[in-house]
Each structure stands twice: as C-alpha cells, then as structure tokens.
C-alpha cells in the first residue's frame, strides 16, 4: 500500500479507535492527559512503520498493545527514579510480564472498554469545565479530532483550542476527578452536562453560529455518534434516547435545508421528498424508546417530539402546529428559557394566526438574553410582514441582518428585508 494510502487508512483507523484507546489508558494510568499523550505516541509510532510493514490485521488491538506498552515502561521509570520498589510490587504483584498479561486480559473484555467509554464521556464532559473546554475536549479525546480541525470547525485558532484542552486536563488532574462513573446522586447531574454538550456539538453543525456555511454535517454527524454510543451504553436513561431521537430527525432534514449555492432554504419551503426517511424513521423509534421508559418527557425527548411533529406531516401546511405550541409550552415550564418562548410564538403564529404570534414576541422585547439574539428581530419582522406591516418588518430585518455572524443567514435576511417593498410577501418562514 503507498505511503499516502496508508496515512489515510491510519487516520479512519484513528477516528475509530482512538476513543476507545484513551478511555483504556485513562482506567490503566488513571490521567486523561498522560492517555491521550501514550494514545498520540502510539499514533506516531504506527504512521513509521505501517508504511513499511502494512496495515496490520487488528489495528485497534496493536494501537492499544503500543500504547500499554509505553505505560508499562513509563510506570517503570517513574517506579526507579521513586526508588518505591515496593509500592510498585503492591500495584502490580508478581513480575511485570505478569502484570502486563493481567492488564492486557482486562483491557480486552468488551464490557470493561463500553464501561471505559462511557467513564472517559462523563469525564471530559465534568461540570468543573466551562461549556467551551467540555465541547473541546470531547472532540478530541472521543471524536478523535485533531486540535485544527476544532479549531477550523469553530473559527477559532489552533491556539485557543489547545489552550481551552491543556487547561481542561489541567482542571481534571487538580481537581482528583475520579476515573468512575458517576454515583447515583450525581447522576442527573453529570448526565445533564453530557447531554448539554453532545447537544451543543449538534446545533453548531446545525446552523453555523459563524462564517461562511450555513451547516457544517460533520459536527452533526459527530454528535450524533457520540448520541448513538451513550444511548447503547445507558439504554434506560429516556432523556438520551429523546436527545438521540431529535438529533436523527433534524439530520434527516439536511439535503433539504441548502439551496444550489449553498444557500439556506428554511422549514416551510423545504422539498420534503429529499427528507432523508430512514433517517427520520430511526428518530422516531428512539423517540418510542424514550416514551416506553415512562414518566414525563424531558427537556430533550419534548424537543424531539416537537420535531417528530414535522417529520409526520406530509407538508408544512399538515403540520400539527397546535400541538407544537403545546408541546413548547411544556418545554418552557419545564426549563424556562426566552428562546423557548420564541420558538412557542412561531408555533402559536403558525397555529392561531399572526397576531397571537406577535403579541408573544412582543412580549419578549425587554429580555436582556435576546437583546443580541438574530432570531428576535428576525421573527419580529416575519410576524409584522405578514401582518401587512412592511416598513417595520423592513427594519426588524435588518436589524436581525445586522445581528448574526452565519453570512448565509445575513444573505437571506437581507433579502428578506427587500422583500418588504414589494406588496405581496415571500412564504413565511
């Protein structure tokens, strides 16, 4: 195989592995930091010699022995240069070749690697770490993402996404964090950090929050696999499989939501016979799930009913848009939010007019959350548009042109605010 095939096949091998392998190293060495360092000296070592010797068989099973290697003779050093001779014969009994077989027969138990996954998630997504260090590390220690292609992703520099990962591990190794799952107390919590922060990773792929795209897929698809791994690993948590259900249902939505060029073309003008159906119907299976495990819906199994609403109708005129402002109202008691309550306006336009819709979005005017929100003015001026009321759509659009950082959303806004001097109006929104 040519060198250039082989560093291809060693970055898929990479992304597949890679998450797996830190989530062992960390249970062995018991650092996120020094796994993800014993991880990368495994990649290195594999991209010298794989295109010499070959691909081998099972990859992921020689990454892992390099990597355990590496450990073993680092715990070595650190036992010498200690002169702690017997507290490494505590920690590893008997001679090292036995330790290392005992260390390599655990680490190949298929139970022990989805407990280690599921252990290195909860851990890179700690409350102790700001949503931006959480995002980041998870992409890289589970997405197996380099730091530029973080970094490319959110339009931020290398740097500053280095910066945000070696002061996220440096928060986890000061603070103890201990390699375990969370106990049963904590659990809701950490739990919410998760979900949070897969949640995350997903709407920015959804709608770019800046640059030149409208979507970025490869976030979406990213957090939809990291979805798919804690659903299989936490198959009686209801609020997973709603996350996961509303994840598949918007993904199944892509090839409609972008024009010839590129450019947005929203929810009610989309082609729904480009709707991916497979995908929708996946999203409606773990919607079940979420629904069969009882007790009320949380915040992310209501969203993904809510979008279980559209994916059902034949057309945006058969949507049940009565029952989605129902459902928005339960989202907003359960957690209360401005943009909740944005989102029910539009519901509320689409169901009983628009100006029951207005008369909410009005209502919204001195939230200090939305001030710098697009979507406000954005709405406001959709709303007023069809109310016949151009000269103040014109200016809500604008407005909301001025706001937002996405240059396709700024595109479309803007010709949205010209439509305003023509007397017939666009379809809605």
């Known amino acids: 195989m040519p060198g250039s095939e082989t560093h291809r096949a060693v970055e898929a091998i990479w992304r597949i592995e890679s998450p797996k392998l830190v989530a062992r190293l960390t249970r062995m060495v018991r650092d996120v930091g020094l796994a993800e360092d014993l991880a990368q000296d495994a990649l290195v070592v ?31 050093r650190r036992a010498r240069l200690r002169r702690k001779h017997e507290e490494l014969a505590r920690e590893l009994p008997g001679s090292d070749e036995a330790a290392a077989s005992e260390l390599e027969q655990a ?37 197996g993402l380099t730091t530029g292609e ?33 106990s049963a107390g904590e659990l809701p919590a950490r739990l919410s950090s998760v979900l949070e922060v897969i949640y995350l990773i997903f709407n920015e792929g959804y709608t770019a929050t800046a640059g030149p795209e409208w979507m970025r897929p490869d976030l979406c698809e ?41 450019e947005p073309v929203l929810l009610l003008e989309q082609d ?62 359960l957690s209360p939010s401005p943009v909740v309550e944005l989102n029910r306006a539009v519901a509320v336009a689409m169901a009983f007019g628009p100006r029951a819709g207005l008369e909410l979005v009005d209502g919204l005017a001195g939230e200090r959350a939305l001030e710098d929100y697009h979507l406000l003015p954005s709405v406001r001026g959709e709303l007023l548009f069809r109310l016949g009321r151009f000269e103040e759509a014109h200016a809500e659009l604008q407005r909301a042109a001025t706001l937002t950082g996405n240059e396709r959303e700024r595109d479309l806004l803007r010709e949205r605010a010209a439509a305003c001097a023509w007397e017939s109006p666009p379809r809605e929104p």
């Open 150 to 182: 973080i970094a490319r992703a959110y339009l931020v520099s290398e740097a500053t996404v280095a910066q945000r990962i070696v002061r996220a591990k440096r928060t986890l190794a000061e603070a103890r964090v201990p390699f375990e799952l969370p």
């Open 222 to 262: 990213e957090a939809l696999r990291l979805g798919r791994i804690l659903a299989e690993l936490s198959p009686e948590e209801p609020e997973v499989h709603g996350l996961v259900a509303l994840m598949e249902i918007q993904l199944s939505r892509f090839a409609a939501r972008i024009g010839p060029a590129g």
């Open 272 to 333: 729904r016979m480009r709707w991916d159906r497979l995908l929708a119907r996946r999203g409606l299976a773990a919607l079940a799930r979420a629904e069969r495990l009882g007790g009320a819906l949380g915040p992310y199994a209501l969203q993904g009913a809510i979008a279980a609403c559209h994916a059902r109708a034949a057309s945006a005129q058969e949507t049940d848009w009565a029952r989605i402002a129902a459902l928005y109202e339960a989202l907003a008691q």
């Open 107 to 143: 680490l190949d138990e298929e139970a022990q690697v989805q407990d280690d996954l599921l252990r290195l998630l909860f851990m890179t997504c700690h409350p102790l770490l700001s949503s931006e260090a959480r995002v980041a590390l998870t992409l890289r220690l589970l997405g």
């Open 46 to 76: 594999a991209l010298e010699r794989w295109p010499r010797s070959g691909v081998p068989e099972n990859p992921g099973a020689w990454l892992m022995a390099t990597a355990k290697h590496r450990a073993i003779d680092l715990q070595r």
